[in-house]
């Protein structure tokens, strides 16, 4: 069993940037993959990023996410960080980890078995 909390979200004017953690424990397994999603309101979850600790990889959904976002492990290995730059309205959501305990990562969210609570995030001005 997997727990995952995530923390850092807020208000924010565009153009700013926000650091998003997600932390997880209760893990028996060795290996473990992250990944991020937004949901903002009225609509699915979106896939923001993965990054898996079997080899290090790190996928990002779209194009304007890899331009701005960057994922990173913290050196304890249960800390995720989203590193969100240039943030704009569309950006708005609550954002959510999720994680699967085989180092997989995929975009779909009904792929993972383990979610956080989910932080909220706001892009306004």
């Known amino acids: 069993q997997v727990q995952l909390v995530e923390s850092g979200g807020g208000l924010v004017q565009p153009g700013g940037s926000l650091r998003l953690s997600c932390v997880a424990s209760g893990s028996s397994s060795v290996y473990y993959a992250i990944a991020w999603f937004r949901q903002a309101p009225g609509k699915g979850r979106e896939g923001v990023s993965c990054i898996s600790d079997r080899d290090d990889s790190i996928t990002y959904l779209t194009d304007s996410m890899k331009a701005r976002f960057t994922v990173s492990r913290g050196n304890g290995e249960n800390t995720v960080y989203l590193e969100m730059n240039n943030l704009n309205p569309d950006d708005s959501g609550i954002y959510y980890c999720?994680?699967?305990?085989?180092?997989?990562?995929?975009?779909?969210?009904?792929?993972?078995?383990?979610w956080g609570q989910g932080t909220q995030v706001t892009v306004s001005s």
């Open positions: 999720a994680g699967d305990p085989y180092s997989r990562c995929s975009g779909r969210a009904d792929f993972y078995a383990f």
